[in-house]
């Protein structure tokens, strides 16, 4: 049988957004693989990727709609699609009945799926009448605020501008497991001289490729920038042309750095002195050098004023605007070089709108559950697309019993994630080679087109065909309830989201970037012309924009948190390689690769404790528990216990339940509310006979 080839793109929440190759033969999916057109992948993509014919053929995927008699009982029943988006769109018309608005129904979406037009999830919500939205990022809010005060806003050197640095410091990121195309551009710069550092409490696959490697205490790498710019001031390394002409508060901040104490800032980050100043050294030595701030260490309860210290050390050099230089961190440009739906991407989606709407609606904060339990009026129909909530954010068991609470809570999903097992209503989404949509990649800002390759399996839908579907449902009840376009052509809206961008580019069709692909065309050094859009117009040491907010002006971290002496092991629930979040844990191929419920420990912990490899432990705080298996490694330091995030996912007993509600300093500045912080949890272990 004639094996026929489409080009598609990976839509997992993964800045790599691979463009993929598609066998397809006899209507099935038979192989995938990188698109080696792909200038940023070059046809390597990962185990994920891989395995994307068996997660669509996997036989946990879900293909009807269903419904669940109470919930978590796992008593599910078969119903068709027209009972299910009847009784949901009853719903919404007895809401608005009984309340004269809509505002309890309430909309959990995020990353599930890059694609452009599943943004129009968000549009139906949107379009109704004011609703409770929730808001915000469970992932890069605090990193967006600190970049944001310092500069005015994200910006980032394209990928391959790492070539030109001479000095790379990744802090707080492990790319070669979550960015792995990119390991590709640190080795060339690392081949043609340029020394790499990494900055870790884990030795992970990156540190262990590094040049150096640097081990510290979580939450503290604030207190370690501080020690450096501090060192960087005394050992004449500023750059005092680009600091008087270019940046504001500089005398602040130099006070501020007069009174720290070195030797107390290397108890507290565990840095050795002479490992810092060497640190420091280098930095101000190396011409040009630039950072990379991961994702992980702004998650932490400073994480936003950490990011504010660290990416100063690049304005006290003159690394800003520099070929070579800056800091990688996040950039949201990209969204804004596409239409209206791609800008709901951005952290300020909802900012952005007319405030006359933005003003009706009513916001919580992603991944507060307790408070979204506790609204006047309170929410009747929770509509989760997405997201896996009981897996993902904090205090699980909250979350669980908030959706126990609500009247209707409706799941879109592949799978019957442990958020799905606590809904009333589960809906079947076809996998993104079931049908047309297009990705853009918020890390090398590629644009590709993502064809449907085979028809949708069983009875499972887009989102978009279950937005309009659901619109198309009410509005028979009641015309007029929703301007939600019900005959909305995917087509026709992916060419509207990729005008600009096709015009841009001077790309006559959207078919052309089947093959192609394209890129949207930012600047690749960004702040070459020394302008920010802060309300100084000036980089920023001392915000005014915090101070406006009630903030700290200056990049100075809270005090790091004590341990509680009982839970003496702080719990890191680190990326692996395999897996995305919660995903890919259930396909068997993934699972031989790697144990879901292995918990990491030092030598050290493991005599502590009279455990040896593969013994089962109950890992608990207060909190909760959870069995795991034990792995004994020296990566990491004796009092870090690690485990692999979103496992398991299966019988309801997920890793988050052991932490607490706990906001990071910062992230109301530019998405409303505050981030989520993921490395301050403690946790105690014990033998299980
Ligand atoms: N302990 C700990 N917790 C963390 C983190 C951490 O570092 N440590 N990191 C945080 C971070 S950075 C993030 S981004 C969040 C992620 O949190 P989530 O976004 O909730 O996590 P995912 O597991 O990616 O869930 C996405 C869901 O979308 C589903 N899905 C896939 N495709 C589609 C589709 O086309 N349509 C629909 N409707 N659904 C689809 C998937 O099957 C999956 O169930 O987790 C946070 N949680
Ligand atoms: N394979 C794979 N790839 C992924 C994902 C996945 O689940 N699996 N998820 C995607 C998503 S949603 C995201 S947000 C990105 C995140 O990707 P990254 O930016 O790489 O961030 P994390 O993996 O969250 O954390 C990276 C490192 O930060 C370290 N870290 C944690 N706390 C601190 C701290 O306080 N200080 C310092 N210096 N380091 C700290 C952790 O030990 C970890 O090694 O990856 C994306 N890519
Ligand atoms: S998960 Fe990331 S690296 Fe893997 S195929 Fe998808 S986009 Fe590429
Ligand atoms: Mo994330």
Known sequence: MRKLTY???????????????????????????????????????????????????????????LKQRKKGSGNWERISW????????????????????????????????????????????????????????????AGTDGMTLNYGFCRKPVPEDMLNSKLIIIWGGNPAWTLPQQ?????????????????????????????????????????????????????????HEFMSGYTHGWDKYKDYLTTIDLEQISTQTNVPSAEIHKLACLYGNTKPATIWIGLGLQRSPSGGQNVRAIDSLAALTGNIGKQGGNVHHISYEVFMNAGELARLQLPWGLASMPEDLKNSFRT????????????????????????????????????????????????????LTSSAQYADYFLPVSSSFEHEDAVISYW????????????????????????????????????????????????????????????????????????????????????????FPTPSGKYEFYSLKAMEHGLEPLPIPAQVTAKPASYPFRLMVVRNYATLNSQFYNLPNIRGLESNSTLIIHPETAVQKSLEHGDKVKVYNQLGEIE???????????????????????????????FGLSETDLGEVVSGCKGLTFNDCFVNLVRME
């Open 444 to 531: 090398h800002y590629g644009v590709g087109l993502n064809e449907k390759a085979i028809e949708p399996l069983g009875e499972s839908k887009s989102d978009f065909e279950i937005m309009k579907g659901l619109a198309k449902a009410i509005e028979k009840i009641q015309p007029g309830f929703t301007d939600f376009p019900t005959e909305s052509d995917p087509r026709q809206c992916l060419h509207q989201e990729l005008e600009p961008i096709l015009k841009q580019q001077e790309i006559s069709s959207i078919d052309k970037l089947r093959r192609q692909g394209a890129r949207i065309q930012l600047s690749a050094v960004p702040w070459q012309d020394y302008s």
């Open 364 to 415: 919580i904060a992603t991944g507060r559950f307790a408070e979204l339990n506790n609204l006047t009026p309170p929410i009747e129909l929770l509509w989760i697309a997405g997201r896996n909530p009981v897996a993902q954010d904090q205090d699980s068991d909250t979350v669980k019993n908030t959706l126990k609470n609500i009247p209707m809570v409706v799941v879109a999903d592949q799978f």
């Open 628 to 658: 795991m298996h034990i792995s004994v490694s020296l990566c990491l330091p004796h009092n870090i216990v690690v485990a692999y995030m979103g496992i398991p996912d299966n019988h309801g007993e997920v890793i988050n339940t052991l």
């Open 183 to 239: 390991m590709h551009y640190i080795y060339e710069a690392q081949k043609n001289g340029a020394k790499i550092v990494v900055i870790d409490p884990i030795l992970t696959a990156t540190a262990a490729r590094s040049d150096t490697y640097v081990n510290i205490r979580p939450g503290t790498d604030g207190l370690l920038a501080l020690g450096m710019a501090k060192i960087l001031m005394e050992e004449n390394f500023l750059d």
């Open 82 to 141: 027209e009972q299910a988006l009847d009784e949901i769109a009853k719903k919404f018309i007895s809401i608005s009945e009984g309340y004269s608005n809509l505002l309890p129904v309430c909309l959990d979406r995020y990353l599930g799926n890059l694609g452009i037009l599943n943004l129009n999830v968000a549009a139906f919500f949107l379009s109704m009448a004011p609703i409770t939205l929730m808001v915000g990022s469970p992932c890069v809010s």
């Open 7 to 65: 080009h598609n793109v990976c839509t997992r929440d993964c800045p790599a957004s691979c463009r993929l190759l598609t066998e397809v033969q006899g209507g099935r999916v038979v192989d995938v693989k990188g698109d080696p057109q792909d200038t940023f992948t070059r046809g390597y993509i990962c185990a994920k990727g891989y395995s994307y014919p068996e997660r669509i053929y996997s036989p946990d995927r879900v293909l009807y709609p």
